[in-house]
Structures are given as structure tokens and as C-alpha cells.
């Protein structure tokens, strides 16, 4: 009994602890949204982001590391599954800043937000976790909500909407590989190789077209893309100091979280970015989502939150027998 009892303890620890590094690395993770969107008029998205993760890896090395476990932690046998990792984490990011810079932030989060969505259907079809009928009516009211935001087939909608779309696919797959991997794999040694294939793919799309010679298109998007590379005004300097901090501390909480617990019980707490995003919007662009926008947003938090409720009592009621013992 005592020894179930301590299994049990170390089981809701752990929960508590994933809960709390997931809602610190979402909002590490707005502030990483909001900068780089204010960037975004005046810089290349591959040099922004290979600054962001000079940062964040000199973070990671030199305060981080050294706690976790020392430099040894950083050595693993998973190598083809880190980088399969890295390039989900690099084709979602990609995609979702390269919409930032056309659609107003609160927009792009609510439309990437069928991520945690995905997440709970894919921990079911690939990890084998538990989703009841009631949590699968909760993922269909937020998907309908992401519908609700795109807008197909009117004029509010923007192509633009579809790259964060997209990009939750592979956001999704890359919690999914987390959860695969947590059980072997520190979070410093998740979130060091995903810095590396960050490093690595924006210095390659720097060397391939950051002279801007293919920038000029008119499409905001594609122009944050191909912009060429300058250096940084002393005024933004500050704003890559905070981005390349957001970046690794979020990357190791993010990390952490899915490492101890169910994915299906992780990813609802990712909707705490919502009105985060939705404040952002407001304070730095003076973007006010509209009453379409904000039935769309309503219905994705809704059915997160559902989600979340759901989770806490099943928990509650399959210990509850425990307890009374």
C-alpha cells in the first residue's frame, strides 16, 4: 500500500510540476510571439531567429545546463529522433511567424491553436492514451472554432491563415516525439538540439538568399521571409536580448512538461497564450479582434478548457476509492 501510495504521490507531483513548466513556457512563448512580430517590418526571419537562438543557446549552456545535470546530460543515443524533432519544431515556427507578419497576432495564435487539438487525437493514435467521448465532443467545438476564425469562403479570409494551420500539423507531431522520448531524454537535451537545428537551418537560409535578392514581392509574408540580413538597430537590440530569453527558458519548460505528463493533459494548458496574445495585440499593435474573430476564440478556449475540466475529474473520481482506504 505505502508503496502505491508514494507511486501515486510522485504521479500527481509530477503533474503539478508539467502543469505549472507549461504555463510559464506559454507565456514565455507570447512574449517570443509579440517580439517577433514587432520585428518583423525590419529584419529577415532567419536572421531574427538565428539571433534568438545565439541567445537562448548561450542561456542554455551557461545557466541551465550546468544545473541539469552538467554538459554529460547533453550526450545521447537518440540522435535521428532529435533532429526528426527539430525539424517539426523549425517547419512549425517557420510558418507561424512567417503569418505574423500579414494577420493580426491574436488571429494567428486562436487558427494555431487546433495544435493541442491534434495533440489529444494523436496521443490517442500514436501513444495510446485515453480520450472519452465527452473530451472528443470539446476538440470538435474547438476545431469548428478555428473554422470560425479562418473564415473560408469570405472575404475576411487571407492565405496567409492557412500557414499556421499548416504549421500546427507539425507542431503537434513534435509534442507527440516529446512524449515518445521524455522517458530517456532530460528537457536541457530536448531543448539543446532543437536550438542546434535552429542554428543550422537559419544560418543555411542566410547564406542562401539573405542578401534579399529575392525580397521586394509585396507579400508581407514572403518578404519577411526574403528580406535581406542588416544589423541591428541599437533600440531592437534589447528586443532580441528578451527573445532569445523567452526562447530558452520556454523551450526547456515546454520540454519538461511533456516529459511528465500525458500529452492529452499538457496541451489544454497551451490556451493560456490565448489572452495573452488577444493582450498583445491590443497594447503593442492596436489590433481589437472582431465579434467573428471572438466567437472563434471562445469556442477554441472553450472546448480547451472543457478539455482541462474533464481531465481534473476523471483524475479525481479514479482516486477517490484510493483515498477513502
Known amino acids: 500500500m505505502s508503496v502505491m501510495e508514494d507511486s501515486d504521490s510522485v504521479a500527481a507531483r509530477n503533474r503539478l510540476v508539467g502543469m505549472l513548466c507549461i504555463a510559464g513556457a506559454m507565456v514565455l512563448f507570447s512574449v517570443n510571439d509579440m517580439a517577433i512580430k514587432f520585428l518583423s517590418g525590419g529584419y529577415a526571419l532567419h536572421q531574427v531567429i538565428l539571433i534568438r537562438t545565439l541567445i537562448a543557446m548561450t542561456l542554455l549552456l551557461t545557466v541551465i545546463v550546468p544545473f541539469q545535470g552538467g554538459y554529460a546530460a547533453l550526450r545521447t543515443q537518440r540522435l535521428p529522433m532529435h533532429l526528426l524533432r527539430g525539424a517539426f519544431v523549425v517547419i512549425a515556427n517557420m510558418l507561424f511567424f512567417v503569418a505574423l507578419a500579414a494577420m493580426p497576432l491574436a488571429e494567428a495564435v486562436a487558427i494555431s491553436f487546433v495544435s493541442p487539438l491534434l495533440i489529444s487525437i494523436l496521443s490517442v ?14 476538440i470538435a467545438v474547438g476545431l469548428f472554432g478555428v473554422v470560425v476564425v479562418l473564415r473560408p469562403g469570405t472575404e475576411a479570409f487571407r492565405m496567409a491563415a492557412l500557414l499556421p494551420l499548416f504549421g500546427a500539423g507539425a507542431y503537434a507531431m513534435l509534442h507527440i516525439l516529446t512524449r515518445k522520448m521524455g522517458g530517456t531524454e532530460r528537457a536541457t537535451t530536448l531543448a539543446f538540439y532543437i536550438q542546434i537545428t535552429f542554428v543550422t537551418v537559419s544560418a543555411s537560409m542566410g547564406l542562401a538568399f539573405g542578401d534579399g535578392r529575392l525580397s521586394g514581392t509585396g507579400d508581407a509574408s514572403l518578404d519577411f521571409l526574403l528580406r535581406s540580413w542588416i544589423w541591428p538597430a541599437r533600440e531592437d537590440w534589447p528586443v532580441f536580448v528578451v527573445l532569445g530569453l523567452a526562447s530558452g527558458f520556454g523551450a526547456v519548460l515546454i520540454s519538461q512538461a511533456y516529459r511528465l505528463c500525458e500529452a492529452a ?32 476564440i471562445m469556442l477554441i478556449v472553450g472546448g480547451g478548457l472543457y478539455t482541462l475540466w474533464r481531465e481534473t475529474r476523471t483524475r479525481t473520481l479514479a482516486q477517490a476509492p484510493r483515498a477513502r482506504r
Open 265 to 296: 493533459l499538457v496541451a489544454p494548458f497551451e490556451y493560456i497564450a490565448m489572452p495573452m496574445a488577444v493582450m498583445w495585440g491590443v497594447v503593442v499593435f492596436g489590433d481589437w479582434p472582431d465579434a467573428v474573430s471572438w466567437t472563434g
Open 125 to 138: 493514435l500514436l501513444l495510446g492514451e485515453t480520450v472519452g467521448p465527452r473530451r472528443w465532443v470539446a
